[in-house]
């Protein structure tokens, strides 16, 4: 079974421009999460998508974070324009079942976003 | 506000030795916890522990959840090299959401 897909691996930017992260999840997942981990600390939550719509965007930096999941497939979230405290690794998760009890979520390899 | 615990932040251990990993928990609609192993930069799934599965073991990795006291610890016998990596904890409440603690970074030597 194919896990989830992110691309890229790595990005280096300079802070005020602005760059998109792309995740497939596992086939038949309705449900996608984008975290984004700082060095140091665990992963937070930033937007959580239950097929092509919303679940919690409670997290997520709407000035300069964005999230669409159209098809209800594959995920993109961009920054613009990015900061230097941006700079971590976002993870994308998805996982089949939703709501309680609660169904193992499965990462991929995650994006390291560097911003100078 | 939610807020997961891990501690130690760091261990370093000799092959052979026994580990044992904390968690604590304030998270409100608690619905379960969970323990993933991070090696490189994705996490995998280790454990969850629900109020109908306190307590979970595979190989030499056992976890035990303590609702009394909002806790949980991971358990690691005869650790190998192999096991050095981030633990973390999180706590699942609501509809699918996770709030990760800062991981446990363990170390194993040879």
């Known amino acids: 079974e194919a896990g989830v897909a992110q691309s890229p691996r790595y990005k280096i930017i300079e802070k005020r421009q602005s760059v998109a992260f792309w995740c497939n999840p596992i086939?038949?997942?309705?449900?996608l999460y984008w975290y984004q981990q700082i060095l140091g600390q665990g992963p937070k939550l930033l937007i959580q998508?239950?097929?092509?719509?919303?679940?919690?965007d409670s997290q997520l930096p709407k000035d300069r974070f964005s999230a669409e999941r159209l098809k209800g497939v594959d995920s993109t979230l961009k920054i613009q324009p990015a900061k230097l405290e941006d700079s971590a690794v976002y993870l994308c998760?998805?996982?089949?079942?939703?709501?309680?009890?609660?169904?193992?979520?499965?990462f991929g390899p995650g994006t390291r976003l560097t911003v100078l | 506000e939610d807020k997961v615990v891990q501690s130690p932040l760091s261990l370093v251990v000799h092959e052979g030795d026994t580990v044992t990993l904390n968690c604590s928990y304030e998270?409100?609609?608690?619905?379960?916890l969970l323990w993933y192993k991070q090696e490189k930069k994705a996490p995998t799934f280790l454990f969850m522990l629900?109020?109908?599965?306190i307590e979970k073991k595979s190989g030499r990795l056992s976890s035990i959840l303590d609702k009394k006291e909002l806790s949980s610890i991971l358990n690691i016998t005869a650790t190998q090299t192999g096991d050095s990596a981030i633990y973390l904890c999180a706590g699942g409440y609501n509809n699918n959401d996770m709030r990760f603690g800062a991981g446990t970074r363990l170390t194993v030597k040879p």
């Open positions: 998508f239950q097929n092509n719509g919303v679940v919690d």
């Open positions: 998270v409100t609609n608690f619905r379960s």
């Open positions: 629900t109020s109908s599965g």
């Open positions: 086939s038949g997942h309705a449900t």
């Open positions: 998760a998805s996982s089949f079942l939703t709501g309680y009890p609660r169904g193992e979520q499965f």
